[in-house]
Nanobody, 114 residues
Framework: EQLVESGGGWVQPGGSLRLSCVSS????????VGWYRQAPGKERELVAD???????KSADSVKGRFTISRDNEKRTMYLQMNDLKPEDTAVYYC?????????WGQGTQVTVSS
């Protein structure tokens, strides 16, 4: 199984981006999904996750700015990022876990700078 990400890029502070991650897993509707990020010299951290029941969890640093969602028919998860800040610069990874096992996307770079 694999996850394919898209939507990263460069944006100025205060801007928005939407990341997408398409899953090949037939168990997608049974699996939890999440977004993580890793900045240079730092450990990978949870950005937000979303259970099959619709429960979400997000890092304090992104609350009120980032929103995770999923479209089960399209087997796709999304991360809408608003009011981006330079400290949001990182490689962003999607993850799917549960019946599928534990699968990571390849990562997509998000750079926030003026």
């Amino acid at each position: 199984e694999q996850l394919v990400e898209s939507g990263g890029g460069w944006v100025q502070p205060g801007g928005s981006l939407r990341l997408s991650c398409v899953s090949s897993a037939s168990t997608f509707t049974l699996d939890a999904v999440g977004w993580y990020r890793q900045a240079p010299g730092k450990e990978r951290e949870l950005v937000a996750d979303l259970s099959t029941a619709g429960d979400t969890k997000s890092a304090d640093s992104v609350k009120g700015r980032f929103t995770i969602s999923r479209d089960n028919e399209k087997r796709t998860m999304y991360l809408q990022m608003n009011d981006l800040k330079p400290e949001d610069t990182a490689v962003y990874y999607c993850r799917e876990w549960g019946w599928v096992g534990n699968v990571w996307g390849q990562g997509t770079q998000v750079t926030v700078s003026s």
